[in-house]
């Protein structure tokens, strides 16, 4: 099975404009998560879809949003970029919500 | 709140010498323990978990984990150390897999592997 799929891999935007990410899941796999992963901060959770439906959400403004589509696949979006949000932005994918979590490559966001 | 502690930020070691990652964990029901690892560039790869049971669990590339409730430690151990372990590691806790309200992770540490 082919593993978890993030694109793009890589991206420069500036202050103030949005970015949409996109996730997709391995085959057969439900629940998305979306993780953020700074040197200061770690890895923070930010939501979970599940049947196109957030469940959980983290400690995130509301600038960070995202959706997920009938075949699974997911994206999130932020709008209003900052300097911090400059991050690696991981998504992960389980069968259900009880399953381990399989991580993608990432998407590394520079904003300038 | 839960929350993961990995004491150790930078950890070196010898190539074939032995390995042990330190992982405390707060948590106020039963734990659900991962550890993964990062390679540089890269996204996080599973190397083994705690659901319940035995309290020694092995994982992949020769790693094993041992749960000790009483001390709310899950240490990662590993007998022989290669260069290719060099990378990030990651203890993490959770209500369950992590799909339905995200797991919490440690700052993680990071090894290098002298020749």
């Known amino acids: 099975k082919a593993g978890v799929t993030q694109t793009p891999r890589y991206l420069i935007k500036t202050r103030g404009q949005q970015v949409t990410l996109s996730c997709s899941p391995i085959s057969g796999h439900r629940s998305v998560s979306w993780y953020q992963q700074t040197p200061g901060q770690g890895l923070q959770f930010l939501f979970e879809y599940f049947s196109e439906t957030q469940r959980n959400k983290g400690n995130f403004p509301g600038r960070f949003s995202g959706r997920q589509f009938s075949n699974s696949r997911s994206e999130m979006n932020v709008s209003t970029l900052e300097l911090g949000d400059s991050a690696l932005y991981l998504c992960?994918?389980?069968?259900?919500?009880?399953?381990?979590?399989?991580f993608g490559p990432g998407t590394r966001l520079t904003v300038l | 709140a839960q929350s993961v502690t990995q004491p150790d930020i930078h950890i070196t070691v010898s190539e074939g010498a032995s390995l042990e990652l330190r992982c405390n964990y707060s948590?106020?029901?039963?734990?659900?323990l991962f550890w993964y690892v990062q390679s540089p560039g890269q996204g996080l790869q599973l190397l083994l978990k705690y659901f319940s049971g035995d309290t020694l669990v092995q994982g992949i590339k020769g790693f094993e984990a041992e749960f000790k409730r009483s001390q709310s430690s899950f240490n990662l151990r590993k007998p022989s150390v290669h260069w290719s372990d060099a990378a990030e590691y990651f203890c993490a806790v959770g209500r369950s897999g992590g799909g339905a309200d995200g797991l919490t992770f440690g700052k993680g540490t990071h090894l290098i592997i002298q020749p």
């Open positions: 992960a994918s389980t069968p259900t919500d009880t399953d381990t979590q399989y």
């Open positions: 948590y106020g029901a039963t734990p659900y």
